[in-house]
């Protein structure tokens, strides 16, 4: 019977092992679990700034369609723009990143490269029409491609979206 006094101590201490190491590799696949989720929740925000950088910089260039050197003016002379959109929905020419002392801190935006001009196919632009009363259209139907890069974080995502609109007569018509 004395013999058998240390074999109690010993099945429970690898009894124990065992328990501790299934206990450790649950608490890791819930950590791995965890960065995945976090990682496809980033890629979804991504895409959701590309998108938002996309409808921005369109509402942008509707606003800005009349403008010497706004965004259709710049693309009907065959200029790439580019712009930035902010976490607010600001549209700019520069990148908007903040820092934090000498580090910069991450933060949500969308870059957004638009290209394009005059002559899209008229049933691109509801409501056109070639010849509005006679004697000349005043207005024409332009297209446009925007390539948006949301980043959130470290992650990025890509829209390529074209885009059509009303604006004025394209240079050379009469």
């Known amino acids: 019977m004395k013999r058998q006094e240390g074999a109690a101590l010993l099945v429970s201490l690898i009894i124990l092992l065992i328990l501790s190491i299934i206990g450790i590799s649950a608490m890791r696949g819930g950590l791995l679990q965890e960065l995945m989720a976090s990682n496809t929740q980033q890629v979804i925000m991504a895409q959701n700034v590309a998108d938002a950088g996309v409808e921005a910089v369109y509402l942008a260039a509707n606003q800005e369609r009349y403008l010497e050197n706004g965004i259709l003016d710049k693309t009907i002379k065959g200029e790439s723009v580019v712009r ?7 549209v700019s020419t520069d990148a908007t ?3 934090d002392g000498d580090r910069p801190v991450s933060i949500m935006q969308s870059r957004v490269s638009v290209t394009g001009g005059c002559g899209a196919p008229i049933v691109w632009c509801p409501g056109y ?7 000349g259209s005043t207005v024409a139907c332009y297209a446009f491609e925007e390539d948006a890069t949301g980043t959130v974080a470290d992650v990025d995502a890509r829209v390529k979206q074209w885009m059509s609109m009303m604006g004025p007569s394209c240079p050379g018509d009469s």
């Open 97 to 99: 990143t903040k820092f």
């Open 129 to 135: 029409s070639a010849d509005i009363g006679g004697g």
């Open 84 to 90: 930035y959109v902010s976490q607010q929905g600001q």
